[in-house]
């Protein structure tokens, strides 16, 4: 017990140290198409930062992707915005509305172009029907299942009250997003192909294995979204070879539980920066920290308020 006490106190240092020293990180990426090059510091900046950063190291850049992850405890939300489209993955927990709202008015969003709900768990579609209430939804997509909770219910009532404005895709095929700039696709889970689409899936464990997987990229930049895949969903991914490559930035899957085919993959993307979303450190798989850190990624936990990375598709600047 005491060893596990002495470790774990350990590797708290060692991931304290690794905040410290990334914050304000820029990667510039070489011509290799694999995310390496020089690292250097750029000073954070303007109003896609967080609060206190002022000077805005992208001023001149032509395109724009910002990523922000959300300190909502151990739930998803991810606000994505490259040039003027709006993403929303993901929607928190039911309490958790206050924090999104107030975030999408501080950036003078009223519109959302892309609302994307990886599954159905009440932590990540907890405040999507309240979102499609009070702000302009354009285009939802979520995978063709369904089921059987209150706030899968809400959802369900408030996308076909908003019918005239807000179109629904209930994904069976992966799918490309057309976007002025850059590529955005989602990945269907092919976990269970004898799921029927007019019953609620049989057991809530199978929910995380229904995740979508989504990739978005920006020049020589790209991203990995996991959603909550466990075992079963990163050896599905996995085998899909046309998916196969970099990922710069990864959203690790499931609050930082740990498995061997998330490993495989994630030492096959070469990730750079890897965010938790997460209410605690403990609550994260030390095997999980261990290679993350042995890959030389950084690391980035919700719990420590919300996560930003901006890149002009070359230079990526990450800060929390």
């Known amino acids: 017990m005491k060893y596990m006490k002495l470790l774990s106190s350990v590797l708290c240092l060692l991931l304290v140290c690794s905040i410290c020293a990334c914050s304000g990180e820029v990667l510039e990426q070489g ?43 151990k739930s998803d939300c991810i606000l994505i915005k490259l040039d003027e489209t709006v993403i929303l993955m993901d929607t928190a927990d039911a309490d958790d509305y206050g924090e999104i709202s107030d975030l999408l008015q501080s950036l003078g969003i009223s519109r959302i172009d892309h609302m994307i709900l990886t599954h159905f768990d009440n932590d990540h579609i907890g405040t999507a029907a309240k979102v499609i209430e009070d702000f302009e939804v354009a285009e939802v997509y979520m995978p063709n299942y369904v089921r059987d909770s209150g706030l899968y219910r809400s959802l369900i009532e408030s996308l076909e009250e908003n019918a005239g404005r807000t179109r629904v895709h209930k994904l069976n095929d992966d799918t ?11 990945n269907v889970s092919r976990v269970y192909p004898e799921l029927s689409h007019e019953q609620p899936i049989p057991e809530d464990s199978m929910d995380n294995d229904l995740s979508l997987i989504c990739g978005l990229s920006l020049g020589e930049f790209s991203a990995l979204f996991m959603g909550d895949a466990e075992k079963k969903r990163c050896e599905d991914f996995a085998a899909q070879t ?16 740990q498995n061997k085919a998330l490993r495989e993959l994630l030492s096959a993307c070469r990730v750079q920066y890897g965010v938790i979303c997460t ?42």
Not at 242 to 257: E, I, M, R, S, T
Request: with cysteine.
């Open 31 to 73: 011509n290799t198409g694999h995310g390496s090059g020089q690292l250097g510091t750029l000073a954070p900046s303007g109003q896609e930062t967080l609060p206190g950063h002022q000077n805005d190291v992208f001023a001149d850049a032509e395109h724009l992707l910002s990523i922000r992850v959300l300190d909502t405890g």
């Open 176 to 186: 490309e997003i057309a976007l002025p700039t850059g590529k955005l696709w989602i």
């Open 242 to 257: 046309q998916y196969a490559g970099q990922y710069d930035f990864v959203k690790l899957p499931h609050h930082g539980n």
């Open 279 to 320: 209410d605690a450190f403990v609550s994260v798989e030390t095997e999980l920290v261990n290679l993350m850190l042995g890959m030389g990624a950084q690391t980035y936990y919700s719990y420590n308020g919300t996560f930003l990375l901006r890149t002009d598709g070359t230079h990526v600047e990450c800060m929390q």
